[in-house]
C-alpha cells in the first residue's frame, strides 16, 4: 500500500485495521502515521459529541415546527435554548468517555477511555527507540534524565484539555499503560479499580503518573523507571548537591 492509498483508506474508513494498511500506518516516514493519529483524534471527539442525549422530545418539537411553518418566538427560544445546552455539554462533559459518575477526579475515567481507543499499543513487544522517549517527553517540554527500561510504546496524546504522554511498558509477559499528565498534581497518590482495570495514581514531578494494568504487580517497576526519568536518578541527585 502506497501513501495515496492510505489516505485514500484513511479518509473514507479513519477506522479501519486490515493488516496491509496498519502495517503502513507504522512504516511510513512520509506523515502517514501522524496522519492517523490526527484523524483518530478527530473521530473520538465527534464519537463524544455525538454520544450526548438530545433533550426530551427535541426531534418531536423539531418536526412539528417544520409541518406547521408558525411557532411562538417563546417556543423557537426554548428550542434554542435546548440545542445550545446539548453543544455545551457534548463539549464540556462528553469529550473522551467522561461520564456523570467521574466525580472530582476524572483521570481514571478518561485514561481507560483513551486507553480502549488505543489498545493495539498493548501488544507491542518491541522496545521504543531513546529518540522516540525524548522527542515525544520533548513536544510537552520535558527533558528526560534516564531511559525508563521495557517501553514499547510512546506518544503525546491530548485527553481532552489534559496534555499526556501516552506510555506502554513490557513487565515480563504483561503490558502496564503509563499516562503522565503534565502540570496536573494530585496531593496524594491513591489506588482504584475501573471497568476491571487496577489502576494507581502516584504525584511526580509537576504532573501525575496514572498506571493501568490487569493487576498491580508492575506498578512499581514503572513507577521507579519514570521517577527516575522526570527526577533524576538518586545517584545523580546525590552527585548533583
Not at 22 to 49: F, P, V
Not at 166 to 181: C, K, L, N, Q, S
Not at 205 to 228: C, I, N, P, S
Request: glycine share 8%; charged share 25%.
Amino acid at each position: 500500500m502506497d501513501c495515496l492509498e492510505f489516505r485514500r483508506r484513511l479518509a473514507a474508513e479513519p477506522r479501519a485495521r486490515a493488516d496491509d494498511f496498519m502495517a503502513h500506518r507504522d512504516s511510513c516516514h512520509s506523515g502517514c502515521t501522524e496522519a492517523w493519529w490526527r484523524a483518530q483524534r478527530l473521530e473520538r471527539r465527534i464519537e463524544n459529541a455525538m454520544a450526548v442525549d438530545a433533550p426530551e422530545q427535541l426531534a418531536e418539537r423539531v418536526l412539528l415546527a417544520h409541518a406547521t411553518r408558525a411557532r411562538a418566538f417563546a417556543r423557537r427560544w426554548r428550542i434554542g435554548l435546548a440545542l445550545a445546552a446539548s453543544l455545551v455539554l457534548a463539549t464540556g462533559v462528553g469529550v473522551f468517555g467522561w461520564n456523570r459518575n467521574a466525580g472530582a477526579d476524572p483521570l481514571p475515567a478518561i485514561s481507560v477511555a483513551h486507553l480502549h481507543h488505543e489498545a493495539f499499543a498493548l501488544s507491542n513487544t518491541q522496545p521504543v527507540t531513546e529518540t522516540d522517549l525524548r522527542d515525544n517527553f520533548a513536544a510537552r517540554g520535558l527533558t528526560l534524565h534516564a531511559m525508563p527500561a521495557d517501553a514499547v510504546f510512546v506518544r503525546d496524546c491530548d485527553l481532552g484539555s489534559y496534555r499526556t504522554v501516552h506510555m506502554v511498558f513490557r513487565i515480563g509477559d504483561e503490558p502496564v499503560t503509563a499516562m503522565y499528565f503534565i502540570d496536573h498534581p494530585i496531593a496524594d497518590a491513591r489506588e482504584f479499580k475501573r471497568s476491571g482495570w487496577q489502576g494507581r495514581e502516584v504525584p511526580m514531578g509537576k504532573g501525575t503518573l496514572l498506571l493501568l494494568g490487569a493487576d498491580a504487580r508492575g506498578f512499581a517497576q514503572v513507577e521507579r523507571a519514570m521517577d527516575d526519568a522526570l527526577e533524576g536518578p538518586p545517584q545523580q541527585a546525590l552527585g548533583e548537591l
